[in-house]
């Protein structure tokens, strides 16, 4: 009785304080109570439930907030079919730490999709385009240690041109595959050196010109990041 009195007692959805974290939370405990008195298969738990249903439905159309169970996570923005759709900031706080992931941006089908920016509980931010939740398209990316990527994306990694620079002072300018350099990249060191070739694995493979800051410079095959192969040096004067 006192179980059926509380479940009653929460039957006032059409309060419009009541948001989609009250009534996704209420539903959870309501199922969960209803299971422990094994009374969950009442008809007017059920009726509760569908109510809950209801809202859910009506919360999830167009501007609203959306609470997990924890409280650890909160989005708020907009909604298209019960689902995360057009502009909204998410962010999300690790239970143990406390550190918090913030994004702010569009949204499509739940996902992150269109431009958006990203910061992760140790710093690092990404500001750019989204596909399907993944970083895809043009963007960047600066680290904590001050590195900073900015360039072309695909399904998550660096693909396609863009450029390294390096908290050091050196900079690389290329081209990217799955988040290596691939194909033809300039390298430029924080002493001076100058490399100007092909890449592959990340390391200088096919031919290139390597420019020393003293003047020197080699010309020709490359191999695992050596000079290997046919080649020619040019010495300083």
């Not at 100058?194 to 095959?221: I, P, Q, T």
Request: glycine share 16%; aromatic share 12%; hydrophobic share 25%.
């Amino acid at each position: 009785e006192a179980g059926m009195a509380y479940l009653e007692g929460v039957e006032n959805w059409s309060d419009p304080e009541w948001n989609l974290r009250n009534a996704r939370g209420m539903k959870a405990s309501i199922t969960t109570y209803a299971r422990e008195l094994g009374i969950d298969g009442d008809a007017a738990i059920q009726r509760l439930l569908a109510q809950a249903d209801n809202l859910i439905v009506e919360n999830s159309a167009g501007e609203g907030v959306d609470v997990s169970a924890d409280g650890l996570s909160k989005y708020t923005g907009s909604f298209l079919n019960g689902e995360r759709h057009g502009f909204g900031r998410l962010v999300i706080t690790e239970h143990s730490s406390n550190k918090v992931t913030r994004f702010e941006g569009e949204w499509r089908a739940g996902l992150r999709h269109g431009r958006g920016k990203l910061q992760w509980p140790l710093g690092d931010t990404y500001d750019g385009e989204w596909k399907a939740g993944e970083k895809d398209g043009n963007g960047k990316l600066t680290y904590t240690n001050g590195d900073v990527y900015e360039g072309e994306w695909k399904a998550d990694r660096k693909d396609g041109r863009g450029i390294y620079r390096y908290a050091d002072g050196s900079e690389y300018n290329g081209e990217w595959k799955r988040d290596q350099r691939w194909g033809h990249g300039i390298y430029k060191d924080a002493a001076g050196n100058v490399y100007n070739g092909e890449y592959k694995f990340d390391k200088k493979e096919g031919r290139g010109k390597y420019g020393y800051a003293d003047g020197s410079v080699y010309e020709g095959e490359w191999q695992d990041g050596m000079e290997e192969g046919r080649g020619s040096y040019t010495y300083a004067d």
